[in-house]
């Protein structure tokens, strides 16, 4: 009986491991390839708080999940911000030129 038990706590780790994986993986590509950091970081935040709500094991690493997602959510938004920023502003100068004599 203490067996079957020692079974479900182990299996139920599972949740908490993905959402931790998911937000170091986003944390560390959050900077430069944003457009796999968001979904990651948005997966993993979703697993740490399933995890979380369900009660399973792994609290430490679902809360992990949740921290490392949230953090790498920052610098993906700011990349983008300041990638449209700078577009933005490389197009209004390629409009405004004077011509070439």
Known sequence: MEENNNNNKQNSVGLG???????????????????ISIPCAIIGLLLGAASLALKKGGKGMAIAGLVTS?????????????????????????VYLPPML
Request: charge should be negative; charged fraction near 5%; include cysteine.
């Open 17 to 35: 491991v993905a959402s931790m994986v998911l937000g170091i993986i986003a944390l560390v590509l959050s900077c430069c390839f944003y457009y």
């Open 70 to 94: 949230i953090v790498s959510l920052v610098p993906a938004v700011i990349a983008i911000v300041l990638g449209g920023s700078l577009i933005s502003e490389l197009m209004n100068e390629a």
